[in-house]
């Protein structure tokens, strides 16, 4: 096993999975948490004189805001950063922490049940948020002061908190188009653009479907409606290239074109110029997919017809048709 592939492997068994947005789009998403934690403190404390605040002893934010930071400006368009994702998986996991705190205090397992709890309201009520989760552990092992407030404490900070860093994420994502919050203004916006699809008659490719995810340009938590875009995106795609390549040549490289497992990328190290087809061979390698690093050996007019197109290496470890190159 060569250290590339052993590379390859473990990002495989990591989960390491290639990034397709742009520098653009993650300095964008680093910016909009600053000033979605900007809003929820300022937000909060101009909500509430110093004197309440200070008096109850809680804090103006809860440290799970954080996490819905990351959702919100990150992952705008994903099914978990929608609105009603953000308020019910906050509230909900607030309500059920305080009546486990209430109902079980001083126990070991309290912690535990609040948050499983949690996760089974939110799946149930389709409004999974993760950090929903650390809402209904901190009113669990938040302290004395977060206790004294019981209930209250769905309002104060938490409520609080979600209507600040929601109303921050919709201004924010407005100034971008390709990045409108929630989601659903998004697709809206790209309806009048996408082209009706007009009758297949090709299938998709990896290419197709890595070019589509460009075009997004946003890191991929997908709803239905956005998943639905991309397939129509990877579609259009498909129907601009159909034909094997006229040639094959040595030190270019080629795609079958076919999607998951079973996609694969080769470049021709070598080849005999032979002119009885018969015996005209390629020697390859396959550098990306199936059978990934292994050298091999077929004839031209084999690989020409295993071939669907010539392709290049892009930035971030993606591999996009030569003719979208040019």
């Known amino acids: 096993m060569t250290l590339t592939h052993f590379i390859n492997e473990a990002k495989l068994f990591l989960g390491i999975e290639r990034n397709n947005t742009s520098h653009k789009e993650k300095w964008i998403s680093a910016l909009g948490g600053i000033f979605g934690i900007l809003a929820v403190y300022w937000g909060t404390r101009w909500s509430f004189p110093n004197s309440y605040i200070d008096s109850v002893g809680v804090f103006a934010m809860v440290t799970s805001m954080g996490a819905s930071a990351v959702l919100l400006f990150a992952v705008p368009q994903g099914a978990l950063s929608q609105p009603w994702a953000v308020v019910g998986g906050h509230l909900i996991s607030a309500f059920i922490g305080v009546s486990c705190q209430q109902l079980f205090a001083e126990q070991t397992w309290t912690p535990a049940l609040a948050v499983g709890l949690a996760i089974g309201a939110m799946h149930y009520l389709r409004c999974i948020h993760p950090p929903g989760g650390a809402t209904a552990l901190a009113a669990v092992i938040g302290g004395s002061q977060i ?156 690989f020409r017809q295993w071939a669907r197109f010539e392709v290049q290496p892009a930035e971030n470890g993606r591999w996009v048709k030569v003719a979208d190159e040019l």
């Not at 653009?193 to 997908?222: C, G, H, W």
């Not at 190290?269 to 990306?288: C, N, T, W």
């Open 147 to 302: 206790h004294a407030l019981g209930y209250h404490y769905l309002f104060m900070p938490i409520l609080i908190n979600v209507i600040f860093i929601l109303i921050m994420a919709i201004g924010f994502n407005a100034l971008f188009g390709w990045r409108r919050y929630p989601a659903h203004l998004t697709r809206r916006l790209r309806e009048s653009k996408i082209v009706k699809p007009a009758e297949r008659q090709f299938d998709l490719t990896q290419e197709d479907f890595a070019a589509a995810m460009q075009q997004l340009n946003s890191y991929v938590d997908i709803t239905a409606e956005s998943l639905t875009e991309l397939l129509e995106l990877a579609k259009q795609h498909a129907e601009k290239n159909i034909t094997h390549p006229e040639e094959i040549i040595p030190g270019h490289f080629y795609s079958n074109g076919k999607l998951g497992k079973l996609w694969s990328v080769r470049q021709v190290l070598d080849g005999s110029e032979d002119e009885i087809p018969e015996k005209d061979r390629v020697i390859y390698k396959v550098l990306a997919g199936d059978g990934a690093y292994q050298t091999d050996i077929c004839l031209r007019k084999e």
